[in-house]
Each structure stands twice: as structure tokens, then as C-alpha cells.
């Protein structure tokens, strides 16, 4: 199982990224996915995850409306579409996949490399 993320970047507060999670390696109806996230001098934090096999999507509070997680079977993509970005959202946000849907980083068992999102005020 290999996850690469990308589409990270410096946008200013208001604007919008698209995150991109390649997976490669497994079947969607087998695993959840996340997207986490850490600042600096902080803990890594759940920002969305779902799981195609028990059609279950979450977000947490902070992002809410702003931001929607959607899979790519095709592609074999999860990608994270956030809009309405604040500056408290500047972090390294990555994506993980794990074997049951989780909002607990320690539960997930493949780590994509971080992509740096910046967003300046």
C-alpha cells in the first residue's frame, strides 16, 4: 500500500486548494481514508476521513463546511477540496489509510508523505 499527497501551497485567507491522495495498492471496500493534519508544536489532528465500504464520511468541527473529502475509484484518489481557508488551517496535512474507520491517527497503518498547505491572512 503506497499513498502520495500533493496540491498543497500558499494561498491567501478566503481562497481554496485541492489535495490529492494517490493510493496505490489496495481496494477502496477494504480501507478507510484520512486526512490529517499538523502544525507546528502541535499534535497531528483528524481533518476528514470516509470509508466507501460503510458509507461513512466525517469532518471535524474546525473544517466543517469548508472542506469535502471524495474518493476517485477510478483514479484511485481521495482528494480534500478546501475552500474558505483561514490561516489556523496552515499545516502539513497528510493522508493515511487503515483497515477501520478511525478519527485516531495511531489506528491508521499507511502514511503518505506531508504536503505543506500556508494560508497567509
Known amino acids: 500500500v503506497q499513498l502520495q499527497a500533493s496540491g498543497g501551497g500558499l494561498v491567501q485567507a478566503g481562497g481554496s486548494l485541492r489535495l490529492s491522495c494517490d493510493v496505490t495498492?489496495?481496494?477502496?471496500?477494504?480501507?478507510?481514508i484520512g486526512w490529517f493534519r499538523q502544525a507546528p508544536g502541535k499534535e497531528r489532528e483528524i481533518v476528514s476521513c470516509?470509508?466507501?465500504?460503510?458509507?461513512?464520511?466525517f469532518y471535524a468541527d474546525s473544517v466543517k463546511g469548508r472542506f469535502t473529502i471524495s474518493g476517485d475509484y477510478d483514479k484511485n484518489t481521495v482528494d480534500l477540496q478546501m475552500n474558505s481557508l483561514k490561516p489556523e488551517d496552515t499545516a502539513v496535512y497528510y493522508c493515511?489509510?487503515?483497515?477501520?474507520?478511525?478519527?485516531?491517527?495511531?489506528?491508521?497503518?499507511?502514511w503518505g508523505q506531508g504536503t505543506q498547505v500556508t494560508v497567509s491572512s
Open positions: 493515511a489509510a487503515g483497515n477501520r474507520f478511525t478519527v485516531i491517527a495511531a489506528q491508521y497503518d499507511y
Open positions: 495498492g489496495f481496494d477502496f471496500d477494504d480501507y478507510a
Open positions: 470516509f470509508s466507501r465500504n460503510d458509507a461513512i464520511t
